[in-house]
């Protein structure tokens, strides 16, 4: 969760440039469309659309896809890239070590109230 990940598209060999758009979807929902309409030269180029997504929970296992689409007077050009998922990011030694401080104490406060507990349920029980 919050981890950053840049995702690129790259696509080669388009003409002409002014005519193309680049989506990139996550799990069939669009996160981010350019189109290249304000590129007016007619010269042969390969195009790179990066984006920064920060991931939320639900991203993970999520397929990421790109979608470029080229207008040609009506003739229209689809391509799809394989999908790619989203890994799990790793867990740090910092956040591993706060987890199991964490756990540690939580165990600690309740083996505490549990011997207290315990202690007065005794006291209150009549001699034997």
């Known amino acids: 969760m919050g ?9 080669t060999h388009v003409f002409p440039v002014g005519f193309f758009v680049v989506t990139l979807r996550r799990g069939g ?8 309409e304000r590129f007016t030269g007619l010269d ?11 991931s939320r929970p639900g991203d993970f296992g999520q397929p990421v896809t790109c979608h470029a689409r080229l207008n040609l007077d009506g003739l229209v050009v689809l391509s799809s890239s394989a999908p ?3 890994p799990v990011p790793a867990w740090s030694p910092a956040s591993k070590a706060l987890a199991s401080t964490s756990i540690a104490a939580f165990v600690g406060i309740f083996l505490v109230v549990g011997a207290l507990s ?7 029980q009549p001699p034997a």
């Open 44 to 54: 042969l180029a390969n195009v790179t659309l990066t984006y920064l997504l920060r």
């Open 29 to 36: 929902r669009v996160i981010y469309s350019e189109s290249l």
């Open 3 to 11: 981890s950053d990940y840049t995702l690129r598209c790259h696509v």
């Open 84 to 86: 790619a998922t989203l």
């Open 118 to 124: 315990l202690r007065k349920y005794l006291s209150m």
